[in-house]
């Protein structure tokens, strides 16, 4: 069974420039996650899609971070304008149902804003 | 909004010594789950544990849920250096959807 891809799993950028990351879940998951792991924290949930719902954004910065997952298989986070503080990694997760089940965790991006 | 402690932040052990991490929510838990997160990795599922007071082990690993599901435990028994990493308790609220982390327990293991 193939994990959650990632990509890309690194990226550096310039502050107030923009930058996306691409996530493909397992297979037959229905549940789809994105989370903040600033170093040496643990990881904060961004977004949380129920096939190509929302179920929960209210720690989604909504003024710079964006995400969607059209067809409720793959996803993207977006982030316009990019901060200092946005530095961390950024993990896709998914599971088969909700907060019940366990999450599978992708490799993750690690962004750095210069 | 609900927060999830745990301690000790860090834990430097001794190959063969054992190691316990908690977890403490500040609101009623249905259920809580624990992750491990090598060094340059990515947290990988443990267990999960729903039932008041329940215990599970896994091998070297007991994990357990306390009564008031308030509050969780990992100890690990005769730690070795495969077990170095953070390890991240995760807990959702009896009211809620959501899976607040901890800030995790890192461990370290000297051979």
């Known amino acids: 069974e193939a994990g959650v891809a990632q990509s890309p799993r690194y990226k550096i950028i310039e502050k107030r420039q923009s930058v996306a990351f691409w996530c493909n879940p397992i297979?037959?998951?229905?549940?789809l996650y994105w989370y903040q792991q600033i170093l040496g924290q643990g990881p904060k949930l961004l977004i949380q899609f129920q096939n190509n719902g929302v179920v929960d954004d209210s720690q989604l910065p909504k003024d710079r971070f964006s995400a969607e997952r059209l067809k409720g298989v793959d996803s993207t986070l977006k982030i316009q304008p990019a901060k200092l503080e946005d530095s961390a990694v950024y993990l896709c997760?998914?599971?088969?149902?909700?907060?019940?089940?366990?999450?599978?965790f992708g490799p993750g991006t690690r962004l750095t804003v210069t | 909004g609900q927060q999830v402690m745990q301690i000790p932040q860090y834990q430097h052990v001794q190959e063969g010594e054992d190691f316990t991490t908690y977890c403490n929510s500040s609101?009623?838990?249905?259920?809580i789950q624990w992750y491990k997160q090598r060094p340059g990795g990515h947290p990988v599922f443990l267990i999960q544990l729903v039932k008041s007071g329940e215990v599970k082990k896994q091998k070297r690993l007991t994990f357990q849920f306390g009564e008031a599901k308030k509050n969780s435990s990992l100890h690990i028994t005769a730690t070795q250096t495969t077990d170095v990493g953070t390890y991240f308790c995760?807990?959702?609220?009896?009211?809620?959807?959501?899976?607040?982390f901890g800030e995790g327990t890192q461990l370290t293991v000297n051979p």
């Open positions: 997760a998914s599971s088969l149902g909700g907060n019940s089940y366990e999450q599978y």
């Open positions: 995760a807990g959702k609220e009896t009211s809620g959807s959501r899976l607040t």
């Open positions: 297979s037959g998951h229905a549940t």
């Open positions: 609101t009623t838990l249905s259920n």
